[in-house]
């Protein structure tokens, strides 16, 4: 019996991605239609192509050995549907995480189209791993070293920690004067709880064995419960730059731990010989140099100039491996 084309195109979204949802989002179709579709594929050969695990799937003997002999062939089908929905000359795909993505580049795309009418950006946000040098992605953007071999990595904005409230927050309450005055009010978390911890400790500051406070896998999430009063947050200056400008949020602190590791646009040498890509990659180191040049709200508290104070950096990531740039996030 003949095995339908899309249950094949399905068996080879979920082993490039190892989850459900990440292929669901890729071919455009609902998680459980991507199960239903690969329990048919596994019914019609006979046996299991994928084990389940808690974070997502991974081949079998039998699946690797399905995958091995589709993908090349399915990667040449994806460029060539590419190369039919829009001419290539004019289309640019660009990965990032959904944070950086919300607080940084979207906010400043519309200059990019304003100067380039002709070039088509389509942005997908993702935490996981791109293989730029077999997936249909034309240019990433991740937080790491800038160490990503086989690739071309161009620095673009190196963030820092600061911590953010919403005014009302603070209404009527002592100022914070010092790191310790944080422990007064409720802390909000990044994913592993470590941020708050290492900041505190990095000043000297006793700290109590369990930080209280909800914890957000998503830095632009945490930045949206700060502007709603939930607590103060410790976030990179990037994430809460367009909050600061607008008055939603507030430098609590000033004290500024600058981070180790920065934003880098990576792509592949062929992708920039793309003039699209090239452009794309040209204009957003400009617009990283533009924002590290015009004094930021993020280094402004209630309108005075801050000094920053040197700190030990804190560990933020792992390198990336084997050409592939991965963010923080899991």
């Keep these: 019996m003949a095995i339908p084309l899309d249950l094949l195109e399905t068996f080879v979204a979920v082993a490039r991605s190892g989850r459900m949802r990440d292929a669901a989002t890729h071919l455009s179709l609902t998680p459980g239609a991507i199960s239903q579709r690969v329990r048919d594929l ?129 209404k009527g309450r002592p100022p914070i004067a010092t790191a310790a005055d944080c422990l007064a009010f409720p802390l909000l978390h990044d994913a592993d709880r470590s941020d708050w911890r290492l900041w505190l400790e990095a000043q000297a500051v006793e700290t109590p064995r369990n930080l209280k406070g909800p914890s957000f896998s998503d830095d632009h999430l945490m930045v949206r419960a700060a502007v709603d009063g939930q607590g103060l947050a410790l976030v990179r200056d990037t994430y809460a730059d367009a909050d600061l400008r607008a008055g939603r949020l507030v430098r609590a602190l000033a004290v500024t731990w600058p981070t180790r590791f920065a934003y880098y646009a990576v792509a592949t040498a062929e992708a920039l010989q793309r003039p699209a890509v090239r452009r794309l990659c040209d204009w957003l180191v400009e617009e990283a140099r533009q924002a590290s040049e015009t004094p930021s709200a993020a280094r402004m508290a209630r309108g005075q100039a801050l000094k920053p104070v040197a700190l030990k950096p804190a560990p933020r990531a792992a390198p990336a491996r084997g050409g592939r740039a991965r963010s923080r996030h899991p």
């Design 42 to 170: 596994e019914e019609l050969a006979g046996q299991r192509l994928f084990t389940r695990t808690q974070t997502g799937v991974t081949l079998t003997i039998a699946g690797r050995a399905l995958f091995d002999a589709l993908d090349e062939p399915f990667h040449r089908i994806d460029e060539a549907r590419r190369g039919l929905a829009a001419p290539s000359s004019r289309r640019v795909r660009v990965s990032t995480m959904g944070s950086f993505a919300a607080s940084w580049l979207v906010p400043r795309l519309s200059r990019f189209a304003e100067r380039h009418p002709e070039i088509d950006v389509e942005l997908e946000t993702t935490s996981r791993i791109v293989d730029l040098k077999r997936e249909p992605v034309d240019l990433a953007i991740r937080h790491g070293l800038g160490d990503y071999p086989g690739l071309v990595s161009t620095k673009l904005v190196a963030p820092e920690l600061i911590v953010v409230a919403s005014p009302a927050l603070l």
